[in-house]
């Protein structure tokens, strides 16, 4: 177990493929505490490889002492795939009693954000998300270093939860009266009608609301990939709709990530947001390497009931729930928007 007095070092790095060989068990172990930046770090080094890597990017781990080959803490200060620039994530494979304690917590955050304000531009520093503990003292932080307050709320407050073989619920698709409906990976006849999703998603997460233009850069990315399903609906005489939509852009050896879900309003109440998790929930834990599948669901979200349905449950096997206080709470807490320059997630 750590210590909350040892030796703490940080180490800062420009380069994902330096990160990895100093610390290669990251895309190994703890893949579902690290869900968040690891799979991110493993494309940024696929790009640093073929040349296309953006020059924004840094990472930092935080040692003290733990000899398993993993850092107590990752910062990802970086762009995605496409160059538009991330939040602040912050992960660790340290238990939760460890990170909720504030002898061992703040020392290390101080020594984390010492780097990165020396490092990174404080417009850069846009929003933070992370375990509700790690956000807010990372805030308080922050705002005592460099005087720029957080906005009074929250832009992210959510449940982690995850669905493994164990606790996967199958059931048999309901019909849709006198329509048919296809569940699939999405192709490029699917672009304008997953661009129009793309972007009403995107104006429901403010302030991270997407131009047209960002939803087809999103759209056509997410197809190419290969990283979107969709619920598609058939009625006799009528051209087809896409009546929900799923993407998984947050890939491990073991580990997948649902990050978006979301439903045409037209077709809501029919359940097919929940058929279409669940088939790909399915189709994912059918892999032979896959041992779970996560998501993030908004406190007060209806959505958490559609989740528990399909088998998704909080980390220690329980019901789904919105409390707050509760051990997957996750945390996205923005600074100042006057002084800061926001990035798109």
């Given at each position: 177990?750590?210590?909350?007095?040892?030796?703490?070092?940080?180490?800062?790095?420009?380069?994902?493929?330096?990160?990895?060989?100093?610390?290669?068990?990251?895309?190994?172990?703890?893949?579902?505490?690290?869900?968040?930046?690891?799979?991110?770090?493993?494309?940024a080094a696929a790009q640093a490889i073929n040349g296309t890597l953006g020059h924004d990017?840094?990472?930092?781990?935080?040692?003290?002492?733990v000899e398993d080959g993993v850092p107590d803490f990752v910062l990802s200060c970086a762009?995605?795939?496409?160059?538009?620039?991330?939040?602040?994530?912050?992960?660790?494979?340290?238990?939760?009693?460890?990170?909720?304690?504030?002898?061992?917590?703040?020392?290390?955050?101080?020594?984390?954000?010492?780097?990165?304000?020396?490092?990174?531009?404080?417009?850069?520093?846009?929003?933070?998300?992370?375990?509700?503990?790690?956000?807010?003292?990372?805030?308080?932080?922050?705002?005592?270093?460099?005087?720029?307050?957080?906005?009074?709320?929250?832009?992210?407050?959510?449940?982690?939860?995850?669905?493994?073989?164990?606790?996967?619920?199958?059931?048999?698709?309901?019909?849709?009266?006198?329509?048919?409906?296809?569940?699939?990976?999405?192709?490029?006849?699917?672009?304008?009608?997953?661009?129009?999703?793309?972007?009403?998603?995107?104006?429901?997460?403010?302030?991270?609301?997407?131009?047209?233009?960002?939803?087809?850069?999103?759209?056509?990315?997410?197809?190419?990939?290969?990283?979107?399903?969709?619920?598609?609906?058939?009625?006799?005489?009528?051209?087809?709709?896409?009546?929900?939509?799923?993407?998984?852009?947050?890939?491990?050896?073991?580990?997948?990530?649902?990050?978006?879900?979301?439903?045409?309003?037209?077709?809501?109440?029919?359940?097919?947001?929940?058929?279409?998790?669940?088939?790909?929930?399915?189709?994912?834990?059918?892999?032979?390497?896959?041992?779970?599948?996560?998501?993030?669901?908004?406190?007060?979200?209806?959505?958490?009931?559609?989740?528990?349905?399909?088998?998704?449950?909080?980390?220690?096997?329980?019901?789904?729930?919105?409390?707050?206080?509760?051990?997957?709470?996750?945390?996205?807490?923005?600074?100042?928007?006057?002084?800061?320059?926001?990035?798109?997630?």
């Open positions: 177990m750590p210590s909350t007095i040892s030796r703490i070092t940080t180490h800062l790095f420009r380069s994902p493929i330096a990160l990895l060989a100093a610390h290669p068990l990251l895309l190994k172990v703890h893949q579902e505490q690290l869900n968040i930046l690891v799979p991110q770090l493993a494309t990017n840094l990472w930092i781990t935080c040692n003290s002492g762009e995605d795939s496409r160059g538009n620039k991330l939040p602040i994530f912050i992960a660790t494979p340290r238990p939760l009693s460890l990170v909720e304690n504030g002898d061992y917590l703040m020392p290390r955050l101080k020594a984390i954000i010492q780097v990165l304000h020396d490092e990174a531009n404080t417009e850069r520093i846009f929003s933070i998300f992370a375990q509700a503990a790690i956000s807010k003292a990372f805030a308080q932080l922050w705002t005592e270093r460099t005087g720029i307050a957080c906005e009074p709320d929250p832009y992210y407050s959510a449940t982690y939860a995850r669905c493994t073989r164990h606790t996967f619920r199958n059931r048999q698709f309901t019909v849709l009266g006198d329509t048919t409906y296809e569940l699939r990976v999405a192709v490029e006849e699917d672009l304008e009608a997953l661009t129009d999703l793309c972007y009403d998603f995107a104006l429901t997460s403010p302030p991270f609301e997407m131009t047209r233009d960002q939803a087809f850069e999103e759209a056509r990315t997410l197809i190419a990939q290969r990283k979107v399903w969709v619920h598609t609906i058939n009625r006799p005489g009528a051209k087809e709709e896409i009546a929900s939509l799923v993407a998984v852009t947050r890939e491990s050896a073991n580990v997948s990530a649902i990050t978006k879900v979301y439903t045409n309003p037209g077709w809501r109440g029919k359940r097919c947001a929940e058929r279409l998790v669940r088939h790909v929930t399915k189709t994912l834990l059918s892999k032979s390497n896959k041992e779970s599948v996560v998501l993030y669901v908004s406190c007060n979200n209806p959505a958490r009931k559609v989740y528990q349905r399909v088998g998704f449950t909080s980390l220690g096997g329980e019901a789904l729930c919105d409390d707050s206080s509760n051990a997957g709470h996750w945390l996205e807490l923005g600074f100042d928007q006057k002084q800061v320059k926001l990035g798109l997630w």
